[in-house]
């Protein structure tokens, strides 16, 4: 039985290793503020999208840039360098993975929506 | 009251089969297993080695509990079936999940879009492969189908959709709308012909368009046909271990365990050829949890049938083998618990939505989790004692130690994958706040898997190319030497596969050559020493195939390439990134391509853009056209639009494509000429950056005129301007003076345009804060700006990847039949 205690060890040795390297590249959840200490680590920023700020995409570069509100309600300009996804303005919650630059803005590098689904509203049915 | 046009009878009748299944599966896990009451059934076979006679008094009654549980399950199918097909939309989940104009082969996708409906096809398939173990597991039946009673009764409960003491236990497909919770005691529901008089009933909410794939046509029956294939091995395992049988399920659960390789397997990459065909992500495979929650099992999945030659030959392993047969049961559970919880809303795009079931489906997972356990701890010494070591040459070690790998590799995708679990457990919100801050996915997904997958594939592919070549109990040198020809050839191969190919990274050339060792000697292996023979050849071909499998992907994407360059130069430290701007009626370069996008036309809910490709002179001038793309954007205004790719198939590579961004706004928005407003409050000498590209000063405010009225000192009349400067970072500067008029009470806001700079701007009105003003501005819409962004790759070799899988399938399929048709041994005097 000595060889498999050997390889149990082994084993043991490896998953705690892969699980540890999966804890470093986990990233944290983050507001801007936040972001902008860890800067240039990677983190994760829930927030919404700020409406009343412009929302500019050039086509050229293909570079997004708009307003973002974190759950702090702390403001910041973010900047995309990918095609605008589409229904941004209808985004309920935006997701950013990127870094602070430093106080100025926050460069994402992606970005999920979550969209209200179209079924809650008409699901509200009345009867004219 | 009687309600017009509803079709009541039906909704009662789903009921009726739904209780009716529900209750022969709870006489069927009953039955079945109150035989495990009768003398001496779970003390093991009798003094002779036998197994105990199997014909409890129960049987006829756990047989007939499963008849009834059959006919119920079919009933529930064909009544949702039929709904749909005929529109009936007073059933909530035939109004959310088709409509009136959906293609008749989506029909049945309608039925499995929803949680309901997964779970039915779910249990459809359960009692389909349960109905074998009834005709074919003898002295099992009774074990495996108590266990396959007790699985069936708990998914069963996750459609009944009754309350008991307030809580909700299932939701049920046949709920009408006007039943929903949250429409009971609303006005419209007490109108009788509510399904006339309501537009909203006339029509459902449709199949998700992104659904509206033939791959998602069958995807997910062949992935839940391998979910539920993971049962009956477990079934075998829980069955031999409660009757004290520990060793002896692995014969009668083998075929199972490769019927459950091959099509979950085949059901996982069919979502893969569905994301490469239909979502643009840019490939097949993304490590999106919900991706991973299906892989995970079946990583264990293929570990536990290595474990049961073992256990078959050796008569050793039982306690590792049991307890990865049980895992990966449990872990099919998890990931059904993942994808409909909504626990990864934040982490995933297509995760189900959240139906207040969590409470039950963790209670299902737990029990089953539990139950496992306890049962190993409590029969764990039923095992027979071996103190012996495996020798180091022998085939049963080395798959023991391959089965660890894999079970490695299955847990970090799932420690990862369940991030957003743990943040719930152990996050700053969780039960037991350990974490400081919540942890996140990984913000690198792909280098984050890689960094520990890659490894596993090169050691898995090294095991698979030399495991087989090794004897049980101990391997002569001879038998070694039989790999030296492939380890050879794929020295040789590989370095210059590698070369050719120029991959930079070390650890991909080294999977390149490991892999096809693992190609080539399993090819070898069954032309050679299994002389082609089909029937034996099933492992050796689905080795073979999954080795292409592991090439194809590494090729595809180690050297996936990015031929959309963007040309424009940002910064050194943030390159360009990869999506091409291409103006109506332009020709741009791609290299090797130069790619023209000729027009856009409507065809139903797609807006295609057709793309034309040209080779490239030797004096770097489009050529001669090579093959035109139509990638298209899929307008769903339920769920968004949909980008979706265009792919050209040569043998040896894809040229993909996706228009990643198109002007999508109405004929009457693009007309009237002024875009982006955006809107800045400002002050004399103040300066704002407008449009990414502009200073805006205001120089002064003048005031042409202002009249008070005499007794009050109210403004009477004002007329004013802003004079403001306007300069582009390329040093144009344009200034202008932006009009504003107030009458009485009435202001009258002015506009005026920088016209050499296309800006307008607008006098809003005077701010709060003294001497300072808001403004309008907006920019003009470029004329003549027709034009798509694009991104295309080249993936290299991903038909190897295609072959694979289908070797992959045929390979299991062999092995499944030479242990079921195959002639059986000869009885034992």
């Known amino acids: 039985m000595k060889r498999n205690h050997i390889i149990a060890l082994v084993v043991i040795a490896l998953l705690v290793g892969a699980l540890m390297v999966t804890i470093q590249d986990a990233s944290t959840y983050a507001t801007f503020e936040m972001a902008e200490k860890k800067s240039p680590e990677t983190v994760t920023v829930v927030g919404q999208l700020d409406l009343d700020q412009p929302i500019t995409f050039n086509a050229q570069t293909s570079m997004l840039r708009f307003t973002a509100v974190d759950k702090d309600g702390e403001r910041s300009v973010v900047y995309f360098n990918q095609p605008k996804p589409t229904d941004f303005e209808r985004s309920e919650e935006i997701t950013l993975t990127g870094l602070s630059s430093g106080d100025t803005a926050f460069f994402a590098q992606d970005i999920l929506m979550k969209c209200p689904s179209k079924y809650a509203d008409e699901a509200k049915l009345s009867a004219e | ?829």
């Open chain 2, 1 to 829: 009251m009687n309600y017009i046009g509803e079709h009541t009878f039906w909704a009662l009748a789903g009921r009726f089969f739904t209780y009716l299944a529900f209750t022969g599966a709870l006489g069927t896990a009953l039955f079945y297993g109150l035989n495990w009451f009768r003398p001496g059934a779970c003390s093991g076979p009798d003094e002779l080695g036998r197994p105990r006679p199997a014909h409890g008094p129960f049987l006829s009654a756990g047989r007939a509990s499963f008849v009834l549980h059959s006919i119920g399950i079919l009933g529930v199918v064909s009544i949702l079936m039929t709904a749909i097909l005929s529109h009936w939309f007073e059933f909530d989940y035939v109004w959310r999940h088709s409509s009136r104009d959906l293609p008749i082969e989506y029909v049945f996708s309608a039925l499995w879009e929803g949680q309901e409906g997964s779970f039915i096809i779910w249990m459809f398939w359960h009692m389909v492969l349960g109905w074998f173990l009834v005709r074919g597991a003898r002295s099992w039946e009774h074990g495996t189908m108590a266990v396959v009673g007790l699985a069936q009764l708990l998914l069963t409960s996750m459609i009944l959709g009754v309350y008991v003491f307030g809580t909700k236990i299932g939701s049920s497909p046949f709920v009408l709308i006007r039943e929903l919770p949250e429409n009971l005691g609303l006005p419209w529901t007490t109108i009788k012909d509510y399904l006339i008089r309501i537009p909203a009933f006339r029509d459902g909410q449709g199949l998700n368009p992104l659904l509206q794939n033939y791959w998602m046509v069958i995807h997910p029956p062949t992935l839940f046909l391998g979910f539920a294939a993971t049962l009956i091995p477990f079934a075998y395992v829980v069955a031999g271990w409660i009757e004290r049988r520990p060793l002896d399920w692995v014969t009668p659960a083998l075929p199972w365990v490769f019927f459950g390789v091959g099509v979950l397997g085949t059901g996982i990459l069919m979502g893969g050829a569905w994301a490469y065909e239909a979502l643009s992500f840019g490939g097949f495979w993304a490590w999106d949890p919900v991706e991973n929650a299906s892989l995970v099992p079946w990583i264990t999945l293929v570990a536990a049938g290595h474990l049961m030659f073992i256990v078959k030959k050796k008569k050793t392993s039982g306690g590792l083998t049991a307890l990865m047969v049980m895992l990966t049961f449990v872990l099919i559970l998890y990931s059904t618990f993942l994808t409909r919880s909504g626990v990864l809303g934040d982490s995933s795009v297509h995760s189900f939505v959240d139906l207040g079931l969590n409470g039950q489906l963790m209670l299902l997972l737990g029990f089953f989790a539990l139950g496992s356990l306890v049962l190993l701890v409590a029969r764990w010494r039923a095992l027979p004692k071996n103190t012996a070591d495996e020798a180091f040459s022998s085939r049963e070690f080395w798959l023991v130690i391959g089965s660890l790998v894999l079970l490695l590799s299955a847990v970090q995708i799932s420690f990862s994958t369940s991030i957003p679990v743990l943040n719930k457990i152990i996050g700053p919100e969780g039960l037991i706040p350990l974490l400081g801050e919540a942890m996140a996915p990984p913000a690198d997904v792909f280098r984050h898997y890689h960094s520990i997958q890659i490894p596993v594939a090169i050691v898995v592919s090294l095991f698979m190319a030399t495991v087989p070549f090794l004897r049980w109990d101990s391997t002569p040198g001879a038998m070694m030497r039989r790999m030296l020809p492939s380890l050879v050839a794929s020295l040789v191969l590989g370095g210059l596969a590698a070369w050719g190919l120029k991959f930079d990274q070390p650890m991909y050339t080294v999977l390149l050559i490991t892999g096809m060792f693992a190609a080539f000697a399993n090819l070898d292996y069954w032309l050679r020493f299994l002389r082609g023979n089909w029937r034996s050849g099933g492992l050796a071909l689905a080795h073979f195939g999954f080795a292409l499998i592991l090439l194809g992907a590494l090729i595809s994407n180690g050297k996936k390439q990015a031929i959309s360059q963007n040309p424009v130069f940002l910064h050194k430290d943030f390159p360009a990134n990869e999506h091409i701007l291409i103006p109506a009626g332009d020709t741009v370069s791609m290299h090797p391509y130069w790619v023209e996008w000729t027009g856009e036309r409507r065809e139903g809910h797609f807006q295609i853009y057709d793309v034309n490709f040209y080779g490239t002179n030797p004096d770097q001038t489009p050529g001669e056209k090579l093959f035109a793309l139509a990638p298209y954007i899929q307008i769903n205004p339920r769920m968004g639009n949909v980008r979706e790719p265009s792919t050209k198939h040569y043998w040896d590579r894809d040229i993909y494509t996706y228009v990643s961004f198109a002007d999508m706004r109405s004929p009457e928005e693009k007309e009237s000429g002024w875009t982006e407003e955006m809107e800045a409050t400002m002050g004399r000498g103040e300066e704002v950056f407008v449009f990414d590209e502009f200073m805006m000063r205001c120089d002064s405010i003048i005031v042409n005129d202002a009249q008070m009225v005499q007794e009050t000192g109210d403004l009477a009349a004002l007329d004013m301007a802003a004079r403001l400067t306007l300069k582009h970072m390329d040093g144009r500067s344009e200034t202008i003076d932006v009009p504003y008029q107030v009458r009485g009470n009435q202001a009258t806001p002015g506009e005026a345009e920088f016209a050499a700079l296309g800006v307008k701007a607008r006098f809003d009105g005077v701010s709060d804060e003294p001497g300072r003003f808001t403004m309008k501005f907006w920019r003009k819409s470029p004329e003549d700006d027709e034009f798509i962004l694009l991104q295309a790759f080249i993936f290299p070799y991903i038909n190897l990847l295609w072959l694979g899988v289908v070797l992959l399938a045929i390979g299991s399929g062999l092995a499944v039949a030479k242990r079921i048709v195959g002639p059986k041994p000869a009885p034992k005097a």
